[in-house]
């Protein structure tokens, strides 16, 4: 089983930024991806970002390309999503999800979830 807790959920207005983190605990040697996701009331849950582990190859959900950045620190288990020219529709909540399938958009492992909320 792997932990996983996010940070740095809040409101800030359109044009800002804000950075979440994910910190994994539990088997995480056996992890080989995590990922962003986000879910806004009435929709399904959409693919943000992800990271390998090992590599470091980098995947993005097509309406945050240019915008946010993901990035990890293996010696913290530790990925960030860094959001920049955040936009209303950027409301939802975030979750980080871990996998150990070599599929970066499949995952096994969710965190609870951290709500970003964008103002106009």
């Known amino acids: 089983q792997v932990q996983l807790v996010e940070s740095g959920g809040g409101l800030v207005q359109a044009g800002g930024s804000l950075r979440l983190s994910c910190v994994a605990s539990?088997?995480?040697?056996?992890?080989?991806?995590m990922g962003w996701f986000r879910q806004a009331p009435g929709k399904e849950r959409e693919f943000v970002a992800a990271?390998?582990?090992?590599?470091?190859?980098?995947y993005y959900g097509d309406s945050v390309k240019g915008r946010f950045t993901i990035s990890r620190d293996r010696a913290a288990n530790t990925v960030y999503l860094q959001m920049n020219s955040l936009k209303p529709e950027d409301t939802a909540v975030y979750y980080c999800?871990?996998?150990?399938?070599?599929?970066?958009?499949?995952?096994?492992?969710w965190g609870q979830g951290t709500q970003v909320t964008v103002s106009s």
């Open positions: 999800a871990d996998t150990p399938v070599r599929n970066p958009y499949k995952y096994d492992y």
């Open positions: 539990g088997r995480t040697f056996n992890s080989y991806a």
């Open positions: 990271i390998t582990w090992s590599t470091g190859n980098i």
